[in-house]
T-cell receptor, first 112, second 113 residues
């Protein structure tokens, strides 16, 4: 059974800092890995999707890496802004039906 | 392109009552998912449809939860009877196919009193 863990559970940083969110998973037989953002009371917004054959993906100030063999992914946010404050969720898709298994999320607060 | 639509956005019921949620996925998306998100946790998959067939319902409490996807488009999720522990946000998502990027709706927040 796939288990996904995210560290830290919460993070508070001043504006402008570069930061790293961590995600680990127990079963390396994955189809892909997705990072999502969730604002309070809202649904999930997809940020980046990394296929199992890829090592990283970039979108603007976001960069996600994947090391399938060690069961780890990181989300790097450059030059953080108050608008980046949200919960960030990592999810791993299994190889059979693409079912997503989520971590519990990292609550990020960026203060001015 | 319109996103995933869900209704209602909020619902408050008493335990042992029944409730139904509706989801309209992105046009052309073959795969539809229902997730349950309890406060402070990540979403948990309840059921996954491929067109109008179920491919995974292993975590659906089948004694009280049911779901259908008519004509491979819209879907409804029903709870009957509701329990206090069903209080959660119910999220619907869709993707072009299995394993593709998933797009989520705004969710329905259910409170069971």
């Amino acid at each position: 059974k796939q288990e996904v863990t995210q560290i830290p559970a919460a993070l508070s940083v001043p504006e402008g800092e570069n930061l790293v969110l961590n995600c680990s998973f127990t079963d390396s037989a994955i189809y892909n890995l997705q990072w999502f953002r969730q604002d309070p009371g809202k649904g999930l917004t997809s940020l980046l999707l990394i296929q199992s054959s890829q090592r990283e993906q970039t979108s603007g100030r976001l960069n996600a890496s994947l090391d399938k063999s060690s069961g780890r992914s990181t989300l790097y946010i450059a030059a953080s802004q108050p608008g980046d404050s949200a919960t960030y969720l990592c999810a791993v898709a299994g190889t059979s039906y693409g079912k997503l298994t989520f971590g519990q999320g990292t609550i990020l607060t960026v203060h001015p | 392109e319109a996103g995933v639509a869900q209704s209602p956005r909020y619902k408050i019921i008493e335990k042992r009552q029944s409730v139904a949620f509706w989801c309209n996925p992105i046009s052309g998306h073959a795969t539809l998912y229902w997730y349950q998100q309890i406060l402070g946790q990540g979403p948990k998959l309840l059921i996954q449809f491929q067109n109008n067939g179920v491919v995974d319902d292993s975590q659906l409490p089948k004694d009280r939860f049911s779901a259908e996807r008519l004509k491979g488009v819209d879907s409804t999720l029903k709870i009957q009877p509701a329990k206090l522990e069903d209080s959660a946000v119910y999220l619907c998502a869709s993707s072009l196919d299995r394993g593709a990027e998933q797009f989520f709706g705004p969710g329905t927040r259910l409170t069971v009193l």
